[in-house]
């Protein structure tokens, strides 16, 4: 059976946020709040027929209205006009006069319970959905970064190659460079050799 739900809300950047849910937990998870906004005060069970009546009617819905004003709460809401303070007065703080909830028939309680867990399913599945499409993402850029370092490492390696064959024929060429008597000796060796031969054959 679902569980009678409450009415919640809590102050986030330029928004007021109301929720109906069946606990402080549910809220929280619907806000995505980082932290128990309950325990730090920043987030009370409210009692305004109002806020209830809107939340009621959207169970699982984080409504908003513009921070710190009287507006009705609803899915989508301007930014607040009056953040700043004229002539420097500060407003009064008043506390709000008590009113009392509106009573919710136990029927409308279990449709609203309903339409909550049906909310928190279709946030569930969207949740899972954007999962997906960063784990696609996050395999595509792997596969890229593999795809290139592969690459880098088989033009490393043909580097590597061609620098061992260039360091080859320079060792060649520096012994070349560092006997050039010993060269001359032996191609004078194989003139005289060639000379003694011209001789003895005449």
Known sequence: MPRKLKTFQTSLGFYDLAIAAPSMKAAL????????????????ETHDPAVIAAAMARPGVVLKRPAGSNRRFAEQSDLPTDLGVENG??????????????RISDENARSAAAEFEREEKRRDAERRREEATREKER????RAVAKARAALDEAQRKHCAVSRSRARRDREADRGRRHPLAAREAKAVRSASCSAGLIGSR
């Not at 998870?29 to 009370?44: D, M, V």
């Not at 395999?139 to 792997?142: D, I």
């Open 139 to 142: 395999a595509k850029r792997e």
């Open 29 to 44: 998870e619907a806000w995505g709040a980082g932290s128990n906004l309950f325990h730090q005060g920043f987030a009370t």
């Open 89 to 102: 007065a500060r407003k009064k703080a008043t506390s709000p006069n008590k009113r009392l909830s509106p």
